[in-house]
């Protein structure tokens, strides 16, 4: 017997010893058969080697075209032999041909079921990609706003300073003013005084001439009227700009308060967009999560899908029994 080494190292007198163990034992050899009896070998590289041992078994058991080597065995069972050889061979080669095209379907469905996977996890990753894109670009924006804000909140800011400094004016004029209404009334109460002083000694003067004194008192008389109204002008204008410089004192302070609640408000809004941001990079993190669970189930589903692919290639297929005792037994009508 010629010896011939494949690959994984199966050597073809394994596959033959393997085929005749089955034959012994009275099942027909196949290719699954064979390689469970050696417990290795790919179904390529068993499939050459029982071809092999099928060409060779019509010579080994004494038929062939040349000499059936049978002797005195009569033609009828001689006929019968050929003809089961023959079944034996075609349905072991159909057998064979199933099990690859099996083999070959299945496989070909896992890797469109695989192919299909990878291709929803691209979707899924490209959705992601997408979607973070959005929120960066959402990020963007309102990082963008809230710098304009604080833009607005610094020239709101400047304008606050301006508005007060202006009001410390206002407030230093009206203090000017104060002082110089006071200058006034202080300058008033000692002409008062003078006055009095000058009328006492008019009085104590008056005994010398009455009509003087009169016309003294009376030229006196129109003069204090005369302050006293001068006086009165002054103390109702003082007021009325007193009551004009409050008033814009108010304006400014309602002013500075929109500023505030400008400012108050732009605080919240930053608030919510640093919130907005936290919550953006937590969805990132969990669709980042899921798209890493759904990797891993896609490696397990190949790694199911390759294991139940090897486990159906190795499990026994019943097959028709093969009796080889039938040789010597077999009726004239030559069916098994």
Do not use: C
Not at 68 to 80: F, R
Not at 210 to 234: N, P, V
């Amino acid at each position: 017997m010629e010896s011939k080494s494949f690959s994984r190292g199966i050597q073809q007198e394994d596959v033959w010893a393997a085929a005749d163990s089955l034959i012994a034992d009275g099942q027909r050899p196949t290719i699954e058969r064979v390689r469970q009896k050696i417990g290795r070998g790919s179904p390529n590289t068993v499939s050459p080697m029982l071809e092999d041992w099928f060409a060779t078994l019509g010579t080994r058991i004494g038929v062939n075209k040349g000499s059936d080597g049978l002797g005195d065995i009569p033609n009828v069972l001689k006929q019968a032999l050929k003809d089961a050889w023959v079944i034996a061979l075609t349905k072991g080669r159909e057998e064979s041909a199933l099990e690859i095209a099996q083999a070959q379907a299945d496989l070909a469905q896992a890797t469109r079921a695989l192919n299909e996977r990878a291709t929803d996890l691209d979707q899924t990753e490209q959705i992601g990609r997408i979607k973070r894109q959005s929120l960066e670009d959402a990020l963007d924006a309102a990082i963008k706003n809230h710098d304009d804000a604080l833009a607005r909140l610094r020239e709101a800011q400047e304008l606050a300073s301006k508005r007060e400094k202006e009001i410390e004016s206002l407030q230093d004029k009206l203090a000017a003013v104060e002082t110089e209404r006071a200058s006034e009334r202080r300058s008033h109460q000692d002409a008062v005084a003078d006055y009095v002083r000058e009328r006492k000694k008019s009085e104590e003067r008056a005994q010398s001439t009455q009509q003087k004194l009169l016309e003294e008192i009376d030229r006196a008389r129109q003069e204090t009227k005369k302050m006293t109204g001068e006086a009165q002008k002054s103390e109702k204008q003082f007021l009325a700009d007193k009551n004009l410089w409050q008033k814009k004192v108010r304006l400014q302070e309602e002013e500075l308060a929109k500023i505030q609640a400008l400012y108050t408000a732009s605080t919240s809004d930053l608030n919510a967009l640093r919130q907005t941001h936290a919550a953006s990079d937590s969805r990132a993190q969990e669709v980042q999560s899921l798209l890493k669970g759904q990797l891993a189930d896609s490696k397990t589903t190949i790694a199911r899908l390759t294991e139940a692919l090897l486990t159906r290639a190795e499990r026994p297929v019943a097959r028709t029994r093969f009796p080889p005792r039938k040789l010597k037994g077999a009726s004239g009508n030559g069916k098994r």
